[in-house]
């Protein structure tokens, strides 16, 4: 915990599985399986019931005959009746009739896993996108701000001021205000990704501008300056390495409550619409089913979230820690 | 005396312009992002289709949509300096009233809120940092950081869940159905139980960090060398904590009553959609969805101006009791 490393090694590990979620999940994540509807995770067994232990874990199904037969879970292997991407390989998959849905399927029998992985891709993708907008955005108003100071320094903090004088989901519904409510996912998302990082632009525009402002005072950039450098070198050179350490502390703050932000919108109805899956939507559904204690699989979206948010959380801590001793033995 | 009293009149006039100020670029930044955005109230889904183009011409003509940009939002600045904030399409009716009434809702949600966070949050912080050597306080400082690191969302989505399960609370709603009928202690009790659960929820968002904060600011003061001093000369523990400690960590704790203004009422906003408390948040939603410009526009405009009071009023408290800051 100390090292941050292990967190961050979560956080990581989050990416990987919903980036290769087109070969971790089992179902295309809009194949809806109406014979399934609100099914419990499917049990996985590897006891039969003579006893005998097999290697090859198995489901049970009902047969074309109505008996219930074992069903080999096959790995690295194609699943039958993938029509939407038949040269696919997946992780793991059982022929048909039986289904193999991990964390079980919501009302329309789509599998919630494949959901989860592929909702992730949306919700923690925006998060990260967004966040790399607004810092971005915010690195470089900060670095200019502070670096040349006058008049420019007054303009862009006056208009951060503005930014953070409003609330913050105000200022999101404002902002989505001005784009069209039906669009297609991939363009929502990246409409989102701007919405969110246009709100969030000036806390680290503020925090970037006080580094760069205690950097321009100090003696080496006064002896670069004397040496020629030109301001953009300056900035380039000294103002931008210093801030990268407040930046990548922000990012760890910033990128979490950003996908809690894609999440809100979704789960609004105002984000990424159905059938694409996103957290928040399946968050949403979750909260519609009346029986939810009996449905408790549809709560997977929710458990992710708390997961990633907490790594998040020690993530950042550790980063903060780290920056705060650095700053001490320097 | 007079001189200090002169100085926070000044700066009182100084917030007044500068919220001013912001309100005008906020307004006319919503009002051409929401004007220039493809699509209005009478676009093609939300009408009838076997409306002429003509009849729509006529339709937008009549609620002044085909007017040039600045012209309208000068009639709008001009005609909400009076007070009148334009008719609702959606609602076919006067925004004021409407916009009034949901804003008084959200205010006394924050209120009540607010003052629950730090009834909590002060002897909380306090507690913790005085029991900062023992297992107690580090269990439950610990926990306050694991709250922080719920989501908000959640938070509130959980609360309904356990309510509509037990059956206990009302999940939503301002008072029972025909509670308006009620009177006296009845009306009162209603309301405090239709108000219980989202005031827990804003409660179990805001107060954690606070705690964290309280407990950093009281720790600081705590090992301040004027307090190691009054150790020295031998004031007793209690009154070095509620004496010296929490005096000197006053300042940063009435800024932080600012900020938990600012965070509450945004907060607000989410656990008023997913408690169906009739605040501005829903208002503003649907307004969202659809496409109810001028209500967009009012209930952004207002929300600001309200955080824009709550902010100042606990700047200008923060002056008027710390000399120390020159007004």
Known sequence: MTSGLGPAIGVAAAYLAVLSAPVVAPYDPTAQHREHPLAPPTGIHVVDREGRVHLRPFVLANGADGAARAYPVRFFTRASGDVEAPSSVRLFAVDPPAAIFLFGTDTLGRDQFSRLLYGGRISLGAGLLAAACALTIGVLCGCVAGFFGGWVDTAIMGASDIFMALPWLYLLLAIRAALPLTVDPGRALLAIVLVIGIAGWARPARLVRGVASSVRSRDFVAAATAAGASPARVLRSHVAPEAFSVALTQASILIPQYTLAEITLSFFGIGIGEPTPSWGTMIGAMLRQELSVAHWWLAAPAAALVGVSLLYHATADALHRRALTMGVTR | ?327
């Not at chain 2, 007017?67 to 609702?88: C, E, K, M, T």
């Not at chain 2, 966070?117 to 107690?136: C, E, F, H, K, M």
């Not at chain 2, 690191?149 to 609370?169: F, M, T």
């Not at chain 2, 139980?193 to 005031?199: E, G, K, Q």
């Open chain 2, 1 to 327: 005396m007079s001189a200090r009293s002169a100085a926070l009149r000044s700066l009182f006039i100084r917030h007044v312009v500068r919220a001013g100020a912001v309100l005008v670029v906020v307004s006319w930044l919503v009002f051409a992002a929401t004007a220039l955005a493809p699509g209005d109230a009478f676009g093609e889904a939300r009408l009838e289709r076997t409306l002429s183009p003509e009849a729509i011409a006529a339709l937008r003509h009549a609620e002044g949509l085909d007017r040039p940009l600045l012209v309208r939002y000068a009639q709008w600045l001009r005609s909400a300096a009076h007070g009148d904030l334009g008719r609702s399409i959606a609602y076919r009716a006067p925004i004021a009233p409407l916009v009034a009434q949901r804003a008084v809702n959200s205010l006394l949600l924050v209120a009540a809120a607010l003052i629950v966070t730090w009834t909590i949050v002060l002897p909380l912080g306090v507690w913790t940092a005085a029991r900062d050597r023992s297992t107690d306080g580090r269990i439950v400082a610990a926990g306050a950081t694991a709250l922080i690191a719920v989501p908000d969302l959640l938070i509130a989505i959980v609360l309904v869940l356990v309510a509509a399960r037990s059956g206990v609370l009302p999940t939503g709603g301002l008072r029972a159905a025909g509670g308006a009928d009620a009177a006296g202690f009845a009306a009162i009790a209603d309301r405090i139980r239709h108000s219980f659960l989202p005031v827990l929820a804003l409660t179990l968002i805001a107060a954690p960090p606070l705690v964290r904060h309280v407990r950093a600011s009281l720790l600081d003061a705590l090992a301040s060398p004027y307090v190691l001093a009054a150790a020295a000369r031998g004031i007793p523990y209690r009154r070095r904590l509620w004496r010296s400690a929490l005096r000197a960590a006053a300042n940063p704790l009435v800024s932080l009553f600012g900020l938990s203004f600012a965070a509450l009422f945004s907060a607000s906003m989410m656990v008023e959609v997913v408690m169906s408390w009739p605040g501005l948040g829903p208002l503003l939603l649907d307004a969202v969805r659809t496409r109810d410009e001028q209500v967009i526009l009012a209930g952004v405009v207002l929300a600001t101006a309200l955080l824009l009071v709550g902010n100042s009023c606990a700047d200008l408290l923060l002056r008027s009791i710390d000399p120390r800051i020159s007004a």
